[in-house]
């Protein structure tokens, strides 16, 4: 996906099937090497970043077959004690997770970058203060990080700074493998980290507190393979409830988890958008258009941050969107670089800080250069809900997290060719 051209202006209704989670499919995928067996998963989604950890996993020696059924078979007990090029790990966020799992199956990891969405300094201090807690001796080189367990790790308390999801994740994936009790505490709780621990729990690991602050492993010697089905994207679920709202609606996304949506239905009704839920769909509609709100986001279960450029990209349509609107990020220091090509169609937007106030205002159609996963969906939002002819370019960001983008946009009615 290079290239994504938009005829914008167009009212978008219909139902989306949601795909699988590519923030459960990562840790998944990488936490899978602790099991040293057969695993299968369904509902994996075919996106970049997902292509890229099978790439990974390929190089570090499991052999991966996707079998006629949709679901993907990966033998892990092939996996050897290896640390794959930076060129394949700097490609994505997930590779920190090599951390762990390597870590607690061969006594050493090494890793050399991880890539991800440019958000300001990403730091991973928690995750290695968590290892060296469980006993490994951690070396930060220009070339990148080592960690050494020559004598194995052993249970610990690990009080986190915040709550990390990456640091949640990547030290439940060596605590399942390690002998004695870790408690991580302030634990992240968000779906992903859940996804996780279920997945980890069918292959043998004894996890307790999962959406709680305090999440305790009790490490056994030996985990197995299991299947997991990767739980619905959420954030790929909120994306196009959001062209819902923008472009009218009544846009249905189907085989997602409601609950894990909370903050983003509470919001639209505030916005006075018409909110249908059922087990496991979503329907939304804003025929009248809606009135701008006030998003800040956090640790769930707050408002996502992944899901705040897409609000914002609402907050800016003045053809639909009235009053003021303003977005507070306090997960990551720098998330607001999408604003900036927004601001080139014309949107009324002030920054201070971490909060972003939005007037709305009228839109033009535009060339833009997509900065990251998430701020490329706010600016295809700002596309499809404004009249005439847009560009986005740099768009393979946003296809390291939507599969069928272009099926699914025109399945709503949207007009759109990725190239
Ligand atoms: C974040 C999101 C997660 C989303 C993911 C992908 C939250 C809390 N996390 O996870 O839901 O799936 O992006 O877009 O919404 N931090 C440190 N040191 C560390 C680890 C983190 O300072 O060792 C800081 C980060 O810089 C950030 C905050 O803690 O400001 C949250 O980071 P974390 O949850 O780890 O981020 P991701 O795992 O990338």
Redesign the pocket.
């Known amino acids: 996906m290079n290239k994504i051209v938009v005829n914008g202006g167009r009212r978008l209704s219909g139902e989306v099937t949601v795909g699988g989670s590519k923030?459960a499919a990562l840790p998944i995928l990488f936490g899978g090497i602790v099991t040293g067996d057969v695993c299968t998963f369904s509902n994996l989604p075919r996106v970049s970043d997902v292509l890229q950890t099978l790439e990974i996993l390929k190089f570090l020696g499991a052999r991966i077959r996707f079998l006629q059924s949709g679901d993907v078979r990966v033998d892990y007990s092939s996996v050897r004690a290896a640390c794959a090029p930076c060129t394949l790990t700097s490609a994505i966020?997930g590779s920190t997770y090599l951390l762990g799992a390597m870590l607690a199956r061969f006594g050493k990891a090494e890793l050399g970058g991880a890539g991800?969405?440019d958000?300001?300094?990403?730091?991973?201090?928690?995750?290695?203060?968590g290892f060296e807690r469980m006993g490994a001796v951690v070396t930060c080189r220009e070339s990148g990080v080592v960690l050494e367990a020559p004598n194995g790790l052993h249970g610990a308390t690990i009080p986190l700074?915040?709550?990390?999801?990456?640091?949640t994740?990547n030290l439940m994936i060596a605590a399942s493998l390690t002998e004695g009790e870790t408690e991580i505490r302030n634990a992240?709780a968000?779906p992903?980290v859940a996804a996780l621990a279920a997945f980890l729990g069918d292959a043998g690991a004894r996890i307790t507190g999962v959406g709680t602050d305090t999440i305790c492993v009790q490490g056994v010697p030996k985990l197995h393979g299991t299947h997991n089905a990767i739980i619905p994207d959420m954030?790929e679920a909120g994306t196009y409830l959001c062209a819902g709202v923008a472009c009218g609606g009544p846009v249905r996304v189907r085989a997602v988890c409601p609950e894990h949506l909370t903050p983003l239905l509470d919001a639209f009704s505030k916005m006075g958008a018409q909110i249908e839920t059922g087990a496991r769909s979503i329907t939304v509609t804003a025929p009248k258009g809606y009135q701008c709100t006030d998003i800040v986001?956090?640790?769930?279960p707050a408002f996502?941050?992944?899901l705040h450029p897409q609000m914002a990209a609402l907050f800016c349509l003045g053809n639909r969107a009235s009053g003021e609107g303003s977005v507070t990020e306090l997960?990551?220091?720098s998330r607001f670089r999408y604003i900036e090509e927004l601001r080139l169609m014309g949107a009324a937007v002030s920054v201070r800080d971490r909060c972003a106030f939005i007037q709305p205002s009228s839109l033009q159609a535009k060339k833009l250069r997509s900065p990251d996963?998430?701020g490329g969906a706010a600016l295809l939002l700002a596309a499809l809900a404004t009249n005439g002819q847009s560009e986005i370019t740099n768009a393979s960001t946003i296809g390291r997290g939507y599969e069928h983008l272009e099926a699914k946009l025109r399945a709503l009615g949207a007009h759109i060719t990725v190239f």
């Open positions: 923030n966020r991800g969405c958000f300001g300094s990403r730091p991973i201090d928690q995750h290695l203060l700074a915040m709550p990390s999801v990456g640091a994740a992240a968000e992903h954030i986001t956090g640790p769930f996502p941050t992944d997960v990551f220091e996963l998430r």
